[in-house]
């Protein structure tokens, strides 16, 4: 009896493992058991897949032979392309450049506007310098877009997404910075919203914004009446506002800070939001470098972000 069930419990596994064998060639999925889900799709990148309407190619130039650790980086990316296709249904198309062919891989990189890159490969016990490609086309009619070297996964679905947004696009929107006042540049933000928006500097002493969204960053000075009164006008037509402002004028060389008056506390306050003049005190804060004068000889230490009174 003990015989039998052994017997029956083994065969059962055996086809469970099969059903699962086949399952998984017929239906392709993955199981994200991180506690962050960073190996899933978010929310906002499934709702565009979703509402696709076109086809998209995504042409996938990646050479065979990709060293360590960049080829873990390969593979995610495929597998996260092959995330995209499913949620698409359909609508995200993949096309696989022939990897054992050099000549094939070349040409389509040359086509697709995709540069080789040079890689350390340990190979014999020698360090050796290796020619691949490892980049991403995405073509919509006749537009092309590329990520031409995929060396870096942390923010590789925001690119993804940002590309195929970008290539259907019908008309970019237009993001006014707005200048005048001591507002921070926030360059890298400008660059990396530059890909889908158009991006454009207003100053409010001399023109209206003209744009879907304004960003008003750090201003350090009181903005005028008149040009509260072109945002408040602005958001009235329907503009959508970013506001980031410090209340403080922090100075980690002197370790204080001084109170901030720019104006718009008012014009926010007329939509039921106050900003108070006060701090967070982050205990676990990061370190920062400060330069002080001793002397006549200047020193740079590295000190806790310190908290301003």
């Known amino acids: 009896m003990k015989k039998r069930l052994l017997y029956i419990n083994i065969v059962s596994l055996f086809v469970i493992v099969i059903f699962s064998i086949l399952l998984g060639y ?34 996938i130039i990646f050479s065979k032979d990709i ?35 050099e000549d094939a891989l070349r040409d389509a990189a040359h086509i697709y506007g ?4 040079q890689l350390n490969a340990i190979e014999n016990d020698q360090i050796q310098i290796k020619r691949v490609y490892m980049g991403i086309a995405f073509v919509h009619a006749e537009q092309i877009e590329t990520i031409p070297v ?12 940002s590309v195929i947004k970008s290539l259907l696009s019908k008309g970019k929107k237009r993001i006014a910075f707005i200048t005048g006042d001591g507002e921070r540049p926030l360059n ?47 958001i009235l037509k329907g503009g959508k506002a970013l506001f980031l402002i410090d209340r403080i004028d922090a100075n980690p060389q002197y370790g ?40 006549g000889f200047i020193f740079t230490t590295v000190v806790p972000y310190p908290f301003f009174p």
Not at 33 to 47: Q, R, V, W
Not at 81 to 91: E, F
Not at 150 to 161: A, F
């Open 26 to 59: 017929r239906y392709y999925f993955n199981i994200d058991m991180t506690e962050a889900g960073i190996y899933s799709l978010s929310p906002a990148t499934k709702n565009l897949l979703k509402n696709l309407k076109d086809q998209i190619t995504v042409k």
């Open 67 to 101: 060293p360590s650790p960049y080829n873990t980086n390969i593979r995610y990316a495929l597998d996260l392309l092959k995330d995209y296709r499913r949620i698409s249904s359909g609508k995200i198309i993949l096309d696989i450049a022939p990897m054992e062919s």
């Open 114 to 117: 995709i540069p080789a890159v």
């Open 150 to 161: 995929i060396d870096d996964i942390s923010n590789l679905e925001y690119q993804i997404s």
């Open 188 to 234: 890298r933000l400008r660059e990396a919203l530059r890909k889908t928006y158009e991006i454009k500097t207003v100053d409010l002493k001399d023109e209206d914004i003209d744009a879907d969204i304004a960003i008003i960053a750090g201003p350090k000075k009181s903005l005028s009446d008149s040009k509260l009164l072109k945002i408040d006008q602005f």
């Open 256 to 295: 204080f800070g001084k109170k901030i008056d720019t104006g718009i506390e008012k014009l926010l306050a007329h939509y039921g939001v106050t900003i108070e003049p006060e701090l967070i005190y982050d205990l676990s804060a990061g370190m920062i470098n400060v330069s002080q004068r001793r002397g």
